[in-house]
């Protein structure tokens, strides 16, 4: 009776799964239909019978008729959770041991046992903002890729640092104190740096990885990152 049961049970969950899997190619269709374009994915959300629509790395939301196009964040208000952010997290992230991390300025402090990869551009705000909260962070490890997006003046700052006989220490004063280096003539490795994040899909800096391979995009408050590094096993 029991293996009957369970046998029940299993078959209707295939039944259902099935019937998901359907209705997410029909809405798929009817969305790529009427945008003339082809989507990311389409999967079907717990949120009020949403369907999650991507497209262009965005989440866009639809109804199951695919009538309607909903721009912006699904919050849980219970948890206070962002359900968009989350799950855009998730599907943007990567394997951090596939990071050519030789071409990273390397700081350690303290153990260094903690460790995460940033991509920041020298006259970005935000990463200075970003660098001078984590001058206080302890026994971490940070791989900083140089990607100089904003200017050729980014460029040649990003080239001055990387030529500095200690690259960390140049990089600090750079982000912390303003201490532009001498100019350097070294091969530094600007064009793999910008390749690399082009196929990761970095948009804007900073962009920060953990080693679980989520992606964070933007500064974030550095308690909410120790948070964060806490958390991987």
């Known amino acids: 009776m029991l293996k009957r049961i369970v046998t029940s049970a299993c078959l209707a969950l295939l039944l259902a799964a099935g019937a998901t899997h359907a209705d997410e190619a029909k809405v798929k269709q009817a969305i790529e239909t009427a945008l003339g374009e082809k989507t990311e994915g389409v999967h079907k959300t ?13 989440i866009l939301y639809t109804d199951e008729k695919a009538n309607y196009l909903i721009t912006g964040n699904i919050i849980d208000l219970k948890t206070r959770r ?17 990071l050519p991390l030789e071409l990273a300025v390397k700081t350690v402090k303290g153990d260094g046992k903690r460790v995460f990869a940033t991509f920041e551009d020298p ?39 990387w030529c500095a006989a200690d690259r960390a220490k140049a990089w600090s004063d750079l982000m912390v104190n ?24 970095i948009r804007g800096t900073p962009t920060i990885f ?20 806490a958390q991987i096993k």
């Open 46 to 58: 717990s949120a009020l019978g949403l369907y999650e629509v991507r497209i262009g790395g965005e």
């Open 178 to 201: 303003g201490t532009v280096p001498a100019a350097g003539t070294c091969d530094a490795p600007i064009e793999k740096v910008v390749a690399l994040a082009q196929k990761y899909k």
């Open 82 to 98: 962002n359900l968009t952010q989350e799950r855009l997290n998730k599907l943007s992230a990567i394997k951090f041991s596939d």
């Open 123 to 161: 006259n970005c705000g935000y990463c200075k903002k970003l660098a001078k909260e984590m001058a206080g962070m302890s026994n971490v490890t940070i791989y900083t890729f140089l990607l100089p997006i904003l200017s050729q003046d980014s460029a040649e700052k990003s080239r001055a640092v």
């Open 210 to 229: 953990l080693p679980n391979g989520e992606r964070i995009p933007g500064a974030v408050p550095v308690a909410q990152l120790e948070q964060k590094l």
